[in-house]
Each structure stands twice: as C-alpha cells, then as structure tokens.
C-alpha cells in the first residue's frame, strides 16, 4: 500500500526541477475526463488521505510519479521540456484503471 505521503514529496521534488501543472495534468487519470487536476489540488488531496487504494489510480499516479523522477535525474536533468513526453510514457507504462466508477 503505497503512502499519499510519497506522492507529496516527489511533487515537491519535480516541481523544484521544473515539473509544471500541465505535465502533472499528463499523468493524472482525470486526462481521461478532460478535467485539469492541478498539482496543488492532488498535494491536498494527499494530505487529507492516509493511503491508496492498491493498484488503484492514485497508487497509479504515484507509480508514474516515480517513473518520471527516476528517468528525468538519469537522463535528462536540466531540461525540464522533457517532463510532458516522460509523463506521457509513464501514463502508457502505468495505464489508469477504469475511472468511470471513480
């Protein structure tokens, strides 16, 4: 079960490298509703939950949190342009689960 709170920090740390709201909007499941789910409404989404739901799309966008923090300090640090197709690749590598029910 992974913890809202590690979601909080890699916001913190990928917005101190660049990532902006629109590359957030990339990775989050509400793309698939055409809703823009802002960085600062997710951090306080986080801070009011102790934990998601296994498998389930914030667990989800945690996961691609990752994948994207990982691959931008590996391979393309100091080019924050990159944030939007890494967000883009981690959606595909991570897909949602279905959010009509959501």
Known sequence: MRNPKQTIA???ELRTLGFTDEA??????FREKGEHHPINTHKSYCERTDS???GGNND??????EIVLKYFKAYHTG?????ARLADAAYVLVP???ITSS
């Open 24 to 29: 957030f909007w990339i990775i989050h499941h």
């Open 60 to 65: 989800r966008v945690q996961i691609r949190l």
């Open 52 to 54: 998601f739901q296994d």
């Open 79 to 83: 080019n924050p342009a990159m944030f």
């Open 10 to 12: 890699y916001l913190d």
């Open 96 to 98: 949602p689960v279905n």
